[in-house]
């Protein structure tokens, strides 16, 4: 329950009380001060924590207490509110009375020349005011480091993922789905304890950014992570966003690993893509785990109604930036965004269910009324008629003309109209726009400002974004929409991994290439190689509060899973063609646990409850 800040303390040059030999000028043989700073906080003392790098600019780091819980921070800033600051920084919040103790060690002569007489160890007391910055992660679940379980190496880790089994023929999707937990292993790091870290994280990439990690990159790799729960911490990455929140709700983008503060590039807020409700939701269908939900509600609707009161126009849909969202120099300039815009009407979605949850009835009401009025926003200002597309609003009229990817995101919120859904459709299938050698690109063909090489958002293949894609028609209806997208985008990793060793963060469009700008080693690639396999290809849908699984059949025989958690029932599925009758599947099933299956063949679904144990049994006959 202490919280502490992090202090940095130079020493002044040349504060000897007694003068130096005159035959030596090494100053490494004169006894150094000793320094303790004494908060007015129990338990008072700070600790030193000082690194080897500013030992050798001879520095001091000290963690000073500051709260506790007779004592708390006071809050910076409330929620809901409008903030006017420029680029979000920790704000003084009081002044405390701290005592800085230099204790001079006492120092023999080192020969006969020495002039002075030894000095006594009497300590120097000098009180003055420290400044106190607002506390962050006041709403986080975690707020102390915790040493959480994971695998001794990969090879136990793949032990207690799920295991998709495939045909002979797509042997290639199953080298790579190994691979990406590979990287994923590799990515994983412990912090310094005084940097606020409150677990190990998952690094953004292995060739790029050493100190700094982003919310909708850890987004979309916990989407990955989620799958290895039994085997690590997988939203140890949000547990560390919570432990960075601002008072009122903001949620950086992006936080510096080895400073413990948010790092700023410009000159104006920059919330990534809200999209933790998300991963969360996620994590819940898997595990059943609502205690989880229970806990990271406060800090989730706090960031929400920052956002709501900090970045949403009068005509109800909501503006961002080009580093905000992630699309760094995408020609997606304007007012409204279909991204942003669509976020709010998707997360209010999710936030109105964990709200009920924790028994928030009215919350819950509230969060499904702003999920209608935002989506209606949504449809009727950010969707152009000639275009045919979602994009962004502009200030004078019209929408900008650029087909950006992020004109499909609505179709996640399962609330585009049908016809709509068919003229996305369209865009994605045509040649000229985004249908592409490697689809889909972040910037459609036809635009002027499209670069062929990609120069990271004129143009390249990006997992997250491909992600929405596939996700938004999979909800919209379009499964084979869906399939056939990730599928080419899973052949494209599968070619450039062989030429290369590696997940890239982004990849050419238009040849089976990396991108050109572009990291190796990317955590959010794994997306696709393991949650899109999983749930896209291979059709599972899991919703362990209910104990069922829901199963799209794949097209081809051959298919299914091995080791699939199910809250706490572990499931092996597959399906192969009944030689006889090619249009007929057996099903074979098998569970340490009672569960629902759902099986889900394009045309009609059909529930049976299973027992533990194996069951192997025709779909036309069964079912």
Known sequence: GVGYQRVVARPLPGFFRSAPAVDSNDSTLFAQPTFALVSPVSPFEAREVTTAAEAGRGLKAFLVPVSNAQQP??????????????????????LKPFRLELVQPRQEPLNFLWKDPPVDPTPAEVSFPLPVFEQRGRLAPLREYRDLPFPPDVAALLKLVPRPVLPPTLASFGALYDYAWDMLFRLKRDPRRDTGMVSYYFKTAIGGFPDDFFVWDSSFTALALNYGHRALAPLSNLDNHYARQFDGGYMH????LSEGTASAFEPDFSPNPPLLTLVEWSHYQLTGNAERLKSVYPALAANHRWIEANRKL????????????????????????????????HEAELLAQLARLSGLEDEAKAFEEERRITAEAMNAKLWSDPMRFYSTSLAEGGHNPNKIITGFWPLWTGLVPPQRVEALADHLLDPASFNRPHPVPSLAADSPHFVPGGEYWKGSVWAPTNCAVIQGFERAG??????????RHLQALVKVRAETGVLWENYSSEAITRGSTSCEDYSWTAVGPITLLLEIFLGLKPDAPQRTL????????????????????TLSLRQNLDPADPGNRILEVNSDRAFRLVIDDGVCQREHLFSAGPWTGSLKEEF
């Open 73 to 94: 921070v006071p809050a910076a800033r409330t929620q809901p509110r409008e903030t006017t600051r420029v680029e979000p920084e920790s704000q003084v919040v009081e």
């Open 253 to 256: 983008r992006e936080q510096n």
């Open 314 to 345: 009068p005509d109800g849909t909501y503006w961002t930036t080009g580093l905000a969202n992630g699309l760094d120099n995408s020609p997606s300039l304007g007012e409204g965004y279909p991204d942003l815009t669509a976020q709010m009407v």
């Open 478 to 487: 379009r499964h084979d929409l869906a399939v056939q997208t990730l599928t």
């Open 550 to 569: 829901t199963w799209r059949l794949p097209e081809e025989g051959g298919c299914g899973v091995e080791n699939y958690p199910l809250g706490a029932a």
